[in-house]
Nanobody, 123 residues
Framework: QVQLVESGGGLVQAGVSLRLSCAAS????????MGWFRQAPGKGRDLVAA????????YYANSVKGRFTISRDNAKVTVFLQMNSLKPGDTAVYYC????????????????WGQGTQVTVSS
């Protein structure tokens, strides 16, 4: 079992950067691929970025490619999402999640979830 706790969200102006962190519990963190999802009001929960267990592979949604970077530190059992050049369209609740199989993009493929952290970008 993996427990996940996100932090780092907030209210910012367009153009600035934020770094989200997701701290995991348990010794099996390195056994899971990790993903960051986001959900805006009235919309579905979409995968923003994902990283494989060893960080060898990463995935980014087209909407964030070139602006967001996902990384992980298995020794510190933490996954990060560096978000640069934020836009109002990035406003959402951001969730980190764990899956045993890298490459899955649907939220139903992820077994463990954090509680979410709100990111609000004003214009």
């Amino acid at each position: 079992q993996v427990q996940l706790v996100e932090s780092g969200g907030g209210l910012v102006q367009a153009g600035v950067s934020l770094r989200l962190s997701c701290a995991a519990s348990g010794r099996t963190f390195s056994s899971y691929a990790m993903g960051w999802f986001r959900q805006a009001p009235g919309k579905g929960r979409d995968l923003v970025a994902a990283i494989s267990r060893t960080a060898y592979s990463t995935y980014y949604a087209n909407s964030v490619k070139g602006r967001f970077t996902i990384s992980r530190d298995n020794a510190k059992v933490t996954v990060f999402l560096q978000m640069n050049s934020l836009k109002p369209g990035d406003t959402a609740v951001y969730y980190c999640a764990a899956t045993p199989t890298y490459g899955r993009r649907h939220f139903g493929s992820y077994n463990y979830w954090g509680q979410g952290t709100q990111v609000t970008v004003s214009s």
